[in-house]
């Protein structure tokens, strides 16, 4: 079992900055290729970002490219996404999820993933 934990959400203004943390525990972190999706209200879980096991490739959703940046520290078992310059539309409940490496690994499918997080809520106000 791996438990994950988010935190670092808020409401921030438009154009604004925050970043998400997802602590790990349980399992050996660097284990497992992590992503983080995103739920607005009314609308379908998608995909934010997706990170490998070692940090050394990342994906983005278009919608993110050039605003977010995904990492991680393996040796504090922590994923990070850093978010900049926000927009109302990233508004919703971001989750953390994990993944044990290896194997094919669809990272923008939810599917692809057997542990989340309980999610944090991010607000950008207009």
């Known amino acids: 079992q791996v438990q994950l934990v988010e935190s670092g959400g808020g409401l921030v203004q438009t154009g604004g900055s925050l970043r998400l943390s997802c602590a790990a525990s349980?399992?050996?972190?660097?284990?497992?290729?992590m992503g983080w999706f995103r739920q607005a209200p009314g609308k379908e879980r998608e995909f934010v970002a997706a990170?490998?096991?070692?940090?050394?490739?990342?994906y983005y959703a278009d919608s993110v490219k050039g605003r977010f940046t995904i990492s991680r520290d393996n040796a504090k078992n922590t994923l990070y996404l850093q978010m900049n310059s926000l927009k109302p539309e990233d508004t919703g409940v971001y989750y953390c999820?994990?993944?044990?490496?290896?194997?094919?690994?669809?990272?923008?499918?939810?599917?692809?993933?057997?542990?989340w997080g309980q999610g944090t809520q991010v607000t950008v106000s207009s």
């Open positions: 999820a994990a993944r044990r490496a290896g194997g094919i690994w669809s990272s923008a499918s939810g599917r692809a993933y057997d542990y």
């Open positions: 990170i490998t096991w070692s940090g050394s490739s990342t």
């Open positions: 349980g399992q050996t972190f660097s284990n497992y290729n």
